[in-house]
């Protein structure tokens, strides 16, 4: 309970309502319609109110963090109800609610300096932050780590985003320098794949030369030159490398059809030759056998050599009998076919242009996703309900996409 209201007012007897302070009485209003008493409860209920306000602003100082008043906003706020206390038609110990006030200012201008301090070193620490992510993307830059330093490139920046903004020239300067970094790495990125197409390119060009020979010498008559020029031609046809993976079938296609033509007519003709077609046949059989004792393939250069020593002597058998000879170069097909595979597997998976497609599709569609995002949220924020819906129907298909194009991608980080 407060102390009664006759120790801080009084009614005089023409009912003029006085106040009581440090600088003497001050009338605040008059009472006509009761008692003394009742006048100076309702005057009293007038100061209660102002206390109230004072109460709530002193605990709305003690609250911290995220939750905390402005300072600049409680020292207004503390202002405007000094005023309000100084010429209150109240009674009440005003002076007292006037004293609470100043230890409230007091409160106020240390929260002030905190607040300052707190945000003198969030900049500091920004600055500091951003300042290390614009020299590590000036390091990245010369990398040829394409996809390590790619990843990191995009983290640097997801990184910039999520820092506070300093000031308007530091924070530009800082940008700057990551921006360019990250247009100089791109620029090296892009053109090192386009080298690499380039290169590609006259792979596939040299392998058209070799399937040209190839196919003006499939109707030749003259066996042992023309299937050694075949030989010949095969080993060049390994050793040019790989060109785009969309048209190297094709052209392997291609090139062995011109190859078994060949072969095939020389073997006809050698097949009515030879005399010896069944120990030829028996000899292939032991070779097959050896060639299959390869598999499964676990060291696929080893397994390719073996298979090359048989392949030589494979040809130097001859001919066999042309009801087996289907059978039995089938089966020698699938352990060369089972050696190409684990070498196209583990080419595959060290192609970096094959990589560097997946990835750029990966991030293609992560990208569209998160602009769609975008898109449907400010949709839906401006009650647009149709351009959202279709947004995220756009989201939904490419969600489908990225899931795929990262399945793909996994086959490279086996």
């Known amino acids: 309970m407060g102390e009664a209201p006759e120790a801080w007012g009084r009614v005089a007897e023409d009912g003029t309502v006085y106040v009581r302070t440090a600088d003497g009485e001050r009338q605040v209003g008059s009472w006509a319609a009761g008692s003394p008493d009742e006048a100076l409860a309702y005057y009293q209920r007038k100061f209660d109110g102002l206390k109230v306000e004072v109460d709530l602003l002193a605990n709305r100082l003690k609250q911290t963090g995220p939750a905390a008043p402005s300072p600049k906003d409680t020292l207004d706020k503390i202002g405007k109800l000094r005023e309000s206390i100084a010429g209150a038609a109240a009674v009440g110990d005003l002076d007292g609610l006037l004293a609470r006030l100043d230890g409230l200012v007091e409160l106020a201008e240390q929260r002030r300096a905190e607040h ?19 020299e590590e993307a000036e390091r990245l830059a010369a990398s040829t780590e394409w996809r390590v330093a790619g990843d990191r490139m995009k983290a640097l920046l997801e990184e910039w985003k999520a820092a506070p903004r300093l000031d308007r020239k530091t924070d530009d300067e800082l940008w700057h ?30 392998k058209e030369q070799l399937i040209a020979e190839a196919e003006s010498l499939q109707d030749s008559t003259d066996w042992n030159t023309t299937a050694g020029r075949f030989r010949d031609l095969m080993s060049e046809w390994k050793t040019a490398g790989r060109a785009q993976r969309d048209v190297e079938d094709e052209l392997w296609k291609r090139f062995k059809a011109a190859q078994d033509t060949f072969f095939a007519a020389r073997n006809a003709v050698l097949d009515e030759r030879s005399g010896a077609e069944r120990e030829n046949l028996a ?31 494979w040809e130097a058998i001859g001919p066999v009998p042309r009801d087996a000879r289907g059978r039995i170069e089938g089966r020698l097909h699938t352990v060369d076919r089972a050696i190409a595979d684990a070498e196209a597997a583990e080419l595959s998976r060290k192609d970096p242009e094959k990589r560097a497609r997946a990835e750029a599709t990966v991030e293609q569609l992560r990208t569209a996703i998160e602009k769609l995002r975008g898109q449907a949220e400010k949709a839906r924020t401006a009650g647009q309900e149709k351009k959202a819906a279709d947004a995220e129907a756009s989201i939904a298909a490419r969600q489908e996409w990225l899931a795929e194009a990262e399945k793909a991608l996994e086959e490279f980080t086996r």
């Open 116 to 134: 300052k301090a707190a945000r003198e070193q969030q900049q500091a620490e920004a600055r500091t932050a951003k300042q290390a992510l614009a």
């Open 177 to 206: 320098r990551l921006s360019q970094s990250r247009s100089a790495f791109a620029k090296r990125r892009k053109q090192h794949f386009a080298e690499l197409d380039a290169q590609r390119g006259e792979i596939r060009a040299h």
């Open 283 to 313: 000899a292939k059989e032991v070779l097959v056998a050896e060639a299959e004792a390869l598999l499964p393939i676990t060291d696929h250069r080893a397994a390719r050599t073996a298979l090359r020593s048989i392949n030589e002597r």
